[in-house]
Structures are given as structure tokens and as C-alpha cells.
């Protein structure tokens, strides 16, 4: 029997099937699968017997055993989500024409919470389950005990939410700093969480965005975080310039990917004055690999990002964001995915790295690494800045922990080599 036997079985049924003569193909397919050697042919003959089969349990059946094979078979997975419900045949879109976004302004629907009792304004108080009155202090208890579920990813690329955006949304920019947050209801200004300053809203902007899947609610109130912001000053043992602003809260959009597949690579190492080759093929399985969708605070991203608990973030509430500033995402899921996939492959080359020594001409390849989920998190941050040795520097405490991070003070090469020569 010919080495590629099989394969040859396969691509005859693939010709077959488009077409359209899918009697023909099925029995090709068939055959193809019996004769099958390696995994990948096993894997595209139970995805196109799927694609010929009228029953829903054969079909379903065909494309789990693709699954297991492929985790990351894109068509599988999008057959499986239109068998499920998921996703809707017509509302898959041609990614060579993706729809533009909506731009002008218009007409939303916005919730306005105000309380039963008296009429007031309610917002979110940062104790982390209610909602509290203004004026007479009536709470209205929010559940925050389920968490969010996960977005199907291959669903939201064949539907276009990967690159459109979704729900009309008012927004306002900052003129100041640039900064763009969702306007809160019925507000006429609004202060900057960034650059302190007030704005008054001219115009109701409206964009379309993608809503938001979890909301990390607020539990540090503003006393807290300027207690722990002095706490922290003191142990650094820094000694402000001037007044500390007071500390303003808000969230900050974070997308989440949950990776599957494994990387091939394969490289060169010495041993014993010799070049040999090495290869092998890493696991790949990241949750919650976490994109920040904001540059305003990226530097202080990595160190801010593991205090959270994104795994158990509760559902989405805009109740939570009552009274508070909710900055846009500047980077869209799509984006954000790449930004994941890159996170992702360079943890891994580091550990191929340790694990061997000295190599070189390290080749790897990424097709068999898929995202199969996303979510869109809001955390929640209070922000401030200082002064110290005449430079200004931002300081951000967790508004779910306490914990404090700062911006590293930026020293000159003139100002270092002053130190060292001073020492």
C-alpha cells in the first residue's frame, strides 16, 4: 500500500465533496479513516464525514473524535458551536469583508439607578455587594457570587465580534490627557480618573463596543486606598513633594484567553565540542492569560495584573459601575488574542531555554496553538500621583486588594553617573 494512501483517499473525497457529489465523498472519507496512519488525516476525515452526515448524534460524534484529535480544529469547533446553538449559519461573516463600525451619533438605552424610597441617586458603595443611596443611605444588595462564564472564541471570530463592535455605548473623551471612559447616565460632566480634570460634556458621543463579560467589583473605598497608599510611601521610605492628590477611582478593561495545543521546535546545542540537533514538541495550556485593552498604565501592568482573582470574577452588572468611571478598550479582542498567542509562545521558548542550554537555531512553529475562550474584565483601580526628587510619578492601588504599585523613579545617564562618581 502506498505511503500516502490515505491522504490520496482523503483529498479525492475532499474533490468530491465540493462538488457536491457527497455520496461519492462520504465513501472516500470512509475509507480514508480505515486507512488512516497518521493522527492529522484521521482528524480531517472525521471532520468531512461530519460535514456529509444528516444525523446530529453522527455528526456531533464525527466531530468530538476530530476534537480529540485536533483541540484547536477551527471548522470543527464551528460546527460543533451551530450544533449547539451557539452560532447561527447566518450569521457567519466573510472575514474579507467585515462589516465598518457604526460611526455618528444616536439614540441608546441607558440605566438610570435611582432609590425606591426617596428618589436619590444610587451608587456603587466599595464594600463590594450594594448599591447605596446619596441621601438616605438605602442599600439595594447586588449578587456577586457567580462567576462569568467564558466566551466561545472560534464563535466570536466567525460572527464578527472579534473585529466589529456590539452594543452602543455614550462615552466621553478627556481633552486633557485624551483618556475615553463610558459616560455614566444622565451626567452632564465628568472628572478625569487620569488627569484630575473636569469636564463638561458637550455632545453625547456613541460607539460601538463589545460589553463587557465580568466586572471585578470595587471593595477599597477612597480612605482605604489613601491609608495604604501612606502605608507604602512610609515603608519605601519616600517623602512627597508638595500635596498627594487624593486618590480617583475607576476600571480598567482586561481581555483573558484560555490557550490549547503544544508548540514543535527543534534547535542545535553543543556537546562535547560538537553541534547536535534537539527537538521536541511543549504542551500548551494557558487560563486566563491576561491583555491589558488600556496603554494608559501599561508599565504597571504586569505587576498589578496577578493581584486580582479574574478566575472567579462575577458576571457582569452594570450596577457595578454606578457612580464610577469605566475607562474604553483601546485594544480590540482580535488584537488583544495576537497579543496572547505571543504571550504565550514566549513563556514557553523560556522554558525550552532552561531546559536546554546553549541552544541555538531554535525553529518552532505555532499553527497547532488555538484560543478556544475570552472574556472582557473590568478591575477595579484607584489612581494618584506624586512628586518625588522633582519628578513626577503615578501610583496605583488595587481596588480589590489595597496592594500599591508605583511607576519606577526615571533617572538620567547624566544623574546615574553623577551618583556613581559621588559614591
Known amino acids: 500500500m502506498p505511503e500516502d494512501y ?27 479513516l480505515d486507512a488512516a496512519i497518521d493522527l492529522q488525516t484521521r482528524a480531517q476525515a472525521n471532520y468531512y464525514l461530519s460535514q456529509v452526515e444528516d444525523d446530529p448524534k453522527q455528526k456531533r460524534q464525527f466531530l468530538e ?40 451619533t444616536k439614540e441608546v438605552q441607558a440605566d438610570r439607578f435611582t432609590c425606591p424610597k426617596c428618589g436619590g441617586r444610587m451608587v456603587y458603595s466599595p464594600d463590594g455587594t450594594a448599591l447605596v443611596c446619596e441621601y438616605c443611605s438605602r442599600q439595594q444588595r447586588l449578587n456577586t457570587g457567580t462567576p462569568a462564564a467564558e466566551q466561545d472564541f472560534f464563535v466570536a471570530m466567525a460572527n464578527g465580534k472579534g473585529f466589529r463592535k456590539t452594543i452602543s455605548v455614550k462615552t466621553f473623551q478627556c481633552q486633557g490627557c485624551g483618556a475615553t471612559f463610558l459616560l455614566a447616565p ?21 460607539r460601538e463596543l463589545v460589553e463587557p463579560d465580568a466586572v471585578i467589583p470595587m471593595a477599597v473605598d477612597r480612605e482605604r486606598a489613601a491609608l495604604q ?6 515603608e519605601k ?11 480617583r477611582g475607576l476600571y480598567l478593561p482586561v481581555w483573558t484567553f484560555e490557550l490549547i495545543g503544544s508548540l514543535p521546535w527543534s534547535g ?22 491576561s491583555i491589558p485593552g488600556s496603554r494608559k498604565l501599561a508599565n504597571l501592568f504586569p505587576q498589578l495584573l496577578p493581584g486580582y482573582s479574574l478566575a472567579s470574577a462575577p458576571a457582569y452588572d452594570p450596577r457595578f459601575l454606578a457612580g464610577w468611571p469605566a475607562e474604553v478598550y483601546e485594544m480590540d ?32 512553529s505555532t499553527s497547532a496553538i488555538s484560543i478556544t475562550s475570552y472574556r472582557l474584565i473590568l478591575v477595579p483601580v484607584w489612581l494618584t500621583e506624586y512628586s518625588f526628587e522633582d519628578k513626577p510619578h503615578r501610583a496605583v492601588i488595587n481596588g480589590q486588594t489595597g496592594a500599591v504599585h508605583s511607576e519606577p523613579p526615571r533617572y538620567s545617564l547624566k544623574e546615574v553617573l553623577e551618583g556613581l562618581l559621588g559614591a
Open 65 to 104: 473524535e476530530t476534537l480529540a484529535i485536533d483541540m484547536g480544529h477551527a471548522g470543527a469547533r464551528r460546527a460543533l458551536a451551530i450544533l449547539d446553538g451557539k452560532l447561527k449559519p447566518k450569521e457567519i461573516v466573510n472575514p474579507e469583508a467585515i462589516p465598518a463600525p457604526l460611526s455618528g
Open 186 to 206: 444622565s451626567e452632564l460632566s465628568a472628572t478625569c480618573a487620569y488627569c484630575g480634570s473636569v469636564q463638561v460634556i458637550a455632545m453625547d458621543k456613541v
Open 268 to 289: 542545535r546545542v553543543v556537546r562535547n565540542k560538537r553541534e547536535v540537533p534537539v527537538s521536541g514538541e511543549s504542551p500548551v495550556s494557558f487560563n486566563d492569560i
Open 6 to 32: 490515505d491522504n490520496d483517499l482523503l483529498q479525492e473525497g475532499i474533490l468530491h465533496f465540493r462538488s457536491k457529489e457527497y455520496a461519492l465523498a462520504r465513501r472516500y472519507f470512509e475509507r480514508a
Open 333 to 364: 479582542m482580535a488584537d488583544a488574542a495576537l497579543e496572547a498567542r505571543r504571550t504565550s509562545v514566549e513563556q514557553i521558548l523560556r522554558g525550552i531555554r532552561a531546559g536546554n542550554r546553549n541552544v541555538i537555531n531554535l525553529n518552532y
Open 237 to 247: 521610605n519616600i517623602k512627597p513633594q508638595g500635596k498627594v492628590e487624593a486618590p
Open 229 to 234: 497608599l501612606a502605608g507604602w510611601v512610609e
